[in-house]
T-cell receptor, first 114, second 112 residues
Framework: DAGVIQSPRHEVTEMGQEVTLRCKPI?????LFWYRQTMMRGLELLIY????????DSGMPEDRFSAKMPNASFSTLKIQPSEPRDSAVYFC????????????FGSGTRLTVV | DAKTTQPPSMDCAEGRAANLPCNHS???????VYWYRQIHSQGPQYIIH???NNETNEMASLIITEDRKSSTLILPHATLRDTAVYYC?????????????FGGGTRLMVKP
């Protein structure tokens, strides 16, 4: 398996624009997680899905953020409109329920909003 | 989940063992100790986890004290590529929905 795949690796956008981050989890994994990492706040969990259903989105900072998982192999995190303070590295991770080997993280998307 | 306390940074000489401590004095009986690491510009990587017995895999060894209030991650022969931030996390296993919460971790610098 190629692991968790995120795209794009880097994204630079202007304030006010819509940004969509994409994630393909490992096949067969039941859980998908979106994290955000900044120097000030470290790694923060934004939202997670179980069997494509959003379970807890309490970490989503504002209504400008939304996430979907239309099927078991694809998820998106959308920011509309984007702001400079949204600049961060966004990670997607997936896991089996039994968690024999923990969470598997993707390589992340580095978002810069100017 | 129980909270953990780790030193913010440590140094280790290349080829020597790196011993990373973690305190988790409020750990509950059904909580496991997990270790992850994050190499610069990469996503966190799972290393090892354990409940009360010592564990070893190809990456590291995990030593948990008998009272389970602290643990040590051991990298037996540290290399430059082991330079990373190491996170100790305590949580219930077999429930991926019990979210993985990262603290500040220990920044390990392996020096030549």
């Amino acid at each position: 398996d190629a692991g968790v795949i995120q795209s794009p690796r880097h994204e630079v956008t202007e304030m006010g624009q819509e940004v969509t981050l994409r994630c393909k989890p490992i096949s067969g994994h039941d859980y998908l997680f979106w994290y955000r990492q900044t120097m000030m706040r470290g790694l923060e969990l934004l939202i997670y899905f179980n069997n494509n259903v959003p379970i807890d989105d309490s970490g989503m900072p504002e209504d400008r953020f939304s996430a979907k998982m239309p099927n078991a192999s694809f998820s998106t995190l959308k920011i509309q409109p984007s702001e400079p303070r949204d600049s961060a590295v966004y990670f997607c991770a997936s896991s089996l329920v039994a968690e024999l080997y923990g969470y598997t993280f993707g390589s992340g998307t580095r978002l810069t909003v100017v | 989940d129980a909270k953990t306390t780790q030193p913010p940074s440590m140094d280790c000489a290349e080829g020597r063992a790196a011993n990373l401590p973690c305190n988790h004095s409020t750990i509950s009986g059904n909580e496991y100790v997990y270790w992850y690491r994050q190499i610069h510009s990469q996503g966190p990587q799972y290393i090892i986890h354990g409940l009360k017995n010592n564990e070893t895999n190809e990456m590291a060894s995990l030593i948990i004290t008998e009272d389970r209030k602290s643990s040590t991650l051991i990298l037996p022969h540290a290399t430059l590529r082991d330079t990373a931030v190491y996170y100790c996390i305590v949580r219930v296993r077999d429930n991926a929905g019990n979210m993985l919460t990262f603290g500040g971790g220990t920044r390990l610098m392996v020096k030549p």
